[in-house]
C-alpha cells in the first residue's frame, strides 16, 4: 500500500517533506565538505562513513512514513445494502466520508480519510502517522535527531577551532562564506534537533501509555484493552 495524501495535492505536506531532504542533503555537504574534508584523517573517513549512514537511513524512514499506508478506511464502505446487516447496526459511521468507523479510528481533514490509531496528520511526512506508519516516523525522528545532534557537535567544534586559527587552513572555500554555512547548518541543526527529540520521546511516551496524540487531545476515555509497553514495542 502506499500514502494517501499525495493524491489530494496538500501543497504544505509537498513543501515540508520536500524541505526535509533538502535540509539533510545541506546538512550532508556541510559536514563532509566544510567540516572533514579538511582533515584528512582515518578518525575523518569514519566520521563521514557514520553521519553518511545515519543521513541516509534519516531518508529512508522518511520515504517509508510517507508512502506507507497510515491504515485508512476504505471509503463509501457503508451503504443501504450493509446498514441492513444486524452486526452492522450499531456501527460508527463517518459522516465525512461515508465509512465505517473502527475503534480507534479518526477522520482525518486533510487525507479526507479515517485512519486507524491515528496519532495526528505530520507535514513533514506529507502523510497521516497511524497504525502502519507509526514505527518508521518514529525511527525518523530518532535518526534526524541523531545527525542534528552529531552536525551541532561538529559545527561548534570547527568554528572554535578555525577562530582560534584564524580560519587559516580551514578549507578551500572563504572564511566568511564557511562561517556562513556552518552558522545555517549550527541553526538548523538545533531548531530539527530540538523538534525531533522532543517528537520522540512523545511517541514513545504514546506507545508506552497505549494512547494515541489525538486521543489524548481529545482526552477520550480508553474503551478498548490496553496493551503493555512491551506488547505495542514489538
Given at each position: 500500500s502506499?500514502?494517501?495524501?499525495?493524491?489530494?495535492g496538500?501543497?504544505a505536506?509537498?513543501?515540508?517533506s520536500?524541505?526535509t531532504?533538502v535540509?539533510?542533503?545541506?546538512s550532508q555537504?556541510?559536514?563532509?565538505?566544510?567540516i572533514?574534508?579538511?582533515?584528512?584523517?582515518?578518525?575523518?573517513?569514519?566520521?563521514?562513513a557514520?553521519?553518511?549512514f545515519?543521513s541516509f537511513?534519516a531518508?529512508?524512514?522518511?520515504l517509508?512514513?510517507?508512502?506507507?499506508?497510515?491504515g485508512?478506511i476504505p471509503?463509501e464502505?457503508?451503504?443501504a445494502?450493509?446498514a441492513?446487516?444486524?452486526?452492522?447496526k450499531?456501527?460508527v459511521?463517518?459522516?465525512?466520508?461515508?465509512?465505517?468507523?473502527?475503534?480507534?479510528?479518526?477522520h482525518?481533514?486533510?487525507c479526507?480519510?479515517?485512519?486507524r490509531k491515528?496519532?495526528?496528520?505530520?507535514p513533514?511526512?506529507?502523510?497521516?502517522?497511524?497504525?502502519?506508519?507509526q514505527?518508521?516516523f518514529?525511527?525518523?525522528?530518532?535518526?534526524?535527531?541523531?545527525?542534528s545532534?552529531?552536525?551541532?557537535?561538529?559545527a561548534?567544534?570547527k568554528?572554535?577551532?578555525?577562530s582560534?586559527?584564524?580560519?587559516?587552513?580551514?578549507?578551500a572555500?572563504?572564511?566568511?562564506?564557511?562561517?556562513?554555512?556552518l552558522t545555517?547548518?549550527?541553526?538548523?541543526s538545533?531548531?530539527f534537533?530540538?523538534?525531533?527529540?522532543i517528537?520522540?520521546?512523545?511517541?514513545?511516551?504514546?506507545?508506552?501509555?497505549?494512547q494515541?496524540g489525538?486521543?489524548?487531545?481529545?482526552n477520550?476515555?480508553?474503551?478498548?484493552?490496553?496493551?503493555?509497553?512491551?506488547?505495542n514495542?514489538?
Open positions: 502506499s500514502g494517501i495524501n499525495a493524491e489530494y496538500d501543497v505536506g509537498i513543501v515540508c520536500s524541505m531532504y535540509l539533510v542533503l545541506y555537504f556541510v559536514v563532509i565538505t566544510v572533514l574534508l579538511p582533515d584528512p584523517l582515518v578518525s575523518t573517513a569514519i566520521q563521514v557514520v553521519f553518511t545515519f537511513l531518508l529512508w524512514s522518511h517509508k512514513a510517507m508512502t506507507t499506508n497510515p485508512a471509503m464502505t457503508y451503504n445494502r450493509f441492513q446487516k444486524e452486526e452492522l450499531s456501527a459511521l463517518c459522516l465525512k466520508c461515508n465509512s465505517i468507523k473502527p475503534e480507534r479510528a479518526h482525518c481533514s486533510v479526507r480519510r479515517c485512519i491515528m496519532d495526528h496528520h505530520c513533514w511526512v506529507n502523510n497521516c502517522v497511524g497504525q502502519q506508519n514505527k518508521f518514529i525511527l525518523f525522528t530518532l535518526y534526524i535527531f541523531t545527525i545532534t552529531m552536525a551541532m557537535y561538529m561548534v567544534n568554528i572554535v577551532h578555525c582560534d586559527a584564524e580560519w587559516s587552513s580551514c578549507g572555500l572563504s572564511p566568511p562564506i564557511s562561517l556562513m554555512l545555517i547548518l549550527l541553526f538548523v538545533l531548531l534537533g530540538l523538534f525531533t527529540g517528537m520522540f520521546g512523545t511517541q514513545l511516551y504514546a506507545i508506552m501509555d497505549d494515541t489525538i486521543e489524548k487531545l481529545k477520550e476515555q480508553a474503551t478498548w484493552e490496553r496493551l503493555t509497553w512491551k506488547q514495542m514489538l
